[in-house]
């Protein structure tokens, strides 16, 4: 897969390792200074760590479908826009801000996704699927009581997931990392809402930059895969 990815032949080889490369680097440094005080380089390398990923599907036009490698990059953007929202403090509004780019983002993975998707055709990716669906639905109504205001945002926050998630799980062929990325980010957003409404998550620096971060990277590499083939 990452020999699809990175390895074309096309003269940019090099520029697509060195963004991936400058990208891992950036989420490790990122994951060293979590726990710090907020200031501006945990800022930015928590914004660069997905944000180098975004001229990865821009460097494949012209081999594969364009409208759908460009859909990607917008997704990897507002992914890292999001990031950015989360990542600055003092400011009760980042939180939504935040919510509302992650949103965005996932709406972009759903439109590059469901035209790929199709009904999971074994038990695990069903199993799958409706572990994640009804985790989804358990997990609204266990911080509805604490959501206040927030709770028609985070609704339709926890629908789009959802349905990014089912729709990762609904595209097998080629893509056995897919689902699986997208289960990842599913359960770093779920600590996230777990820790911010009901209270502190053991060990949720790392828990959520890891799930996040290695969730966000199969998911580019297999749709990179996909797209570009």
């Given at each position: 897969m990452l020999e699809e990815v990175f390895m074309r032949?096309?003269?940019?080889?090099?520029?697509?390792?060195?963004?991936?490369?400058?990208?891992?680097?950036a989420a490790i440094a990122y994951q060293l200074i979590e726990s710090?005080?907020?200031?501006a380089p945990r800022t930015g390398l928590k914004t660069a760590a997905i944000g180098l990923l975004v001229p990865l599907p821009l460097l494949a036009l012209g081999q594969g479908p364009a409208v759908p490698l460009i859909l990607l990059a917008a997704a990897f953007f507002f992914s890292s826009a999001g990031d950015l929202?989360?990542?600055?403090?003092?400011?009760?509004?980042?939180?939504?801000?935040?919510?509302?780019?992650f949103l965005v983002s996932h709406l972009?993975?759903?439109?590059?996704?469901?035209?790929?998707?199709?009904?999971?055709?074994?038990?695990?990716?069903?199993a799958a699927s409706l572990a994640v669906g009804l985790g989804a639905i358990a997990l609204y109504f266990t911080l509805a009581p604490s959501l206040g205001k927030l709770k028609l945002p985070v609704g339709?926050?926890?629908?789009?997931?959802l349905v990014m998630a089912l729709s990762a799980l609904a595209i097998p062929e080629g893509a056995p990392f897919l689902g699986l990325g997208a289960v990842l980010f599913v359960i770093s957003d779920s600590v996230i809402a777990i820790d911010k409404f009901r209270g502190g998550v053991p060990f949720r620096g790392p828990i959520v930059w890891?799930?996040?971060?290695?969730?966000?990277?199969?998911?580019?590499?297999s749709l990179l895969t996909l797209l570009a083939a």
């Open positions: 032949g096309d003269g940019l080889d090099a520029l697509r390792i060195a963004l991936a490369l400058l990208s891992l680097a710090r005080p907020p200031s929202f989360l990542a600055l403090k003092g400011n009760a509004r980042n939180f939504p801000r935040g919510l509302a780019a972009f993975y759903i439109a590059v996704m469901i035209p790929l998707a199709s009904a999971p055709d074994t038990l695990a990716l069903k339709a926050y926890l629908v789009a997931i890891v799930t996040y971060y290695v969730g966000q990277a199969l998911m580019a590499a």
